[in-house]
């Protein structure tokens, strides 16, 4: 395959942070490119369940320059995400060229190499935005490989249609975890496992109201001032579902169990129960692979940065990964202070790197 040219800067995923970066980005240089790995827009939104909604007003989960489309009176949905996407990248015409797989990237003459399934990418430098999503953590329980029922993660599972009248588990603690649960609950005798008792919000609290307290412990942090409390971050959000799920008194949860036979799992007290499924909703880890090749990667499978800039790799960028990488920066309204501050950055090394070769 033809080597390409040879690019400012590439951006490796196409999702909401991909985008946001994209649109400061672009006021800087057009000599840039996103490689989404997708084959269509809407980055992991498309891989969500069918019923996934936000837990946020559509004002308050916008990417910079255009806010979502109103969803009315309830929160959007997960189709309603993805279209919001779609129309963002084509009302900002960002560069984006997909599918490309990002397969290893090599260091070359000062330059990032990038092998893709559709060949050679050159870069001076290299913002990654790839998330989470298509690295789902999957906890060990001795056994686990023995069990004969059905496991999948919740980046797999999309409707409770084929867990009508099982037996399932549930195994997490976190939005996700309740939100399924309350949907399969309604179709299949389901259990809740989470480590430790869960939390949930007032009803009157959604992912605004947080994003707001968070922002104010931020900016108290940054600023030296007293750090206000921040009852309540992290703990379930009493979306429609989740409240209809309270109304039948089925959020209760249990302790996790020790081991897994054949046919179920085997509890703390020592009993066994027949189990025909588990969903487990037990997180992700950073989808960087692609970057083992440069030796920067930690065991945790993240990569050391100060802000959004990669330490030990200059020239290399992260950006939506969660708090290690920008505060809030895993969500939609939060990733545009990491991608507006990586944009500028990205422009400052270009400029100087530009001036050292003259």
């Avoid at 910079?64 to 949905?77: D, E, F, K, R, V």
């Avoid at 249609?161 to 975890?177: C, P």
């Amino acid at each position: 395959m033809r080597r390409q040219r040879v690019f400012d800067t590439i951006i490796i995923g196409g999702g909401q942070s991909g985008l946001a970066i994209a649109y400061h980005l672009r006021r800087y240089t057009d000599n840039y490119v996103i490689l989404d790995n997708q084959a269509q827009p809407g980055g992991a939104w498309q891989h969500g369940w069918d019923s996934l909604r936000l837990f946020s007003p559509a004002e308050a989960s916008s990417l910079p320059g255009w806010l979502m489309p109103s969803a009315g009176a309830g929160y959007p949905t997960r189709d309603e995400v993805i279209s919001y996407l779609n129309q963002y990248e084509q009302r900002y015409k960002l560069p984006i060229q997909r599918p490309v797989q990002v397969e290893t990237v090599e260091q070359q003459n000062g330059h990032f190499v990038l092998h893709t399934d559709q060949g050679e990418y050159v870069t001076q430098t290299l913002i990654c935005a790839t998330g989470t999503w298509s690295y789902p953590y999957w906890p060990y329980y001795p056994g686990q490989e023995l069990f004969s029922g059905t496991q999948l993660h919740s980046a797999q599972y999309r409707s409770p249609d084929e867990l009508q009248g099982k037996k399932v588990l549930i195994v997490g603690a976190g939005n996700s975890a309740a939100q399924i649960l309350a949907e399969v609950s309604r179709v299949a005798t389901a259990q809740w496992v989470t480590l430790e008792e869960p939390l949930f919000l007032p009803d009157e609290i959604d992912g605004r109201h947080l994003f707001q307290a968070a922002t104010a412990k931020y900016n108290a942090s940054q600023e030296g001032t007293a750090i206000p409390p921040l009852t309540g971050l992290g703990s379930i959000v009493m979306v429609d579902s989740v409240k209809e799920a309270r109304r039948r008194d089925v959020l209760h949860a249990r302790r996790p169990f020790t081991s897994l036979t054949p046919d179920g799992v085997v509890w703390p007290d020592g009993s066994q129960e027949t189990i025909d499924a588990i969903i487990w909703c037990t997180g992700f880890r950073p989808a960087l692979r692609f970057l083992r090749s440069l030796g920067i990667v930690e065991e945790n499978g993240k990569v050391a940065t100060e802000g959004t800039r990669a330490i030990h790799q200059p020239g290399l960028w992260l950006v939506g990964y969660g708090g290690w990488t920008g505060f809030a920066s895993a969500t939609l309204i939060g990733v545009n202070r990491s991608a507006r501050q990586t944009a500028l950055d990205v422009s400052k090394y270009l400029k100087e790197t530009s001036l050292k070769t003259v």
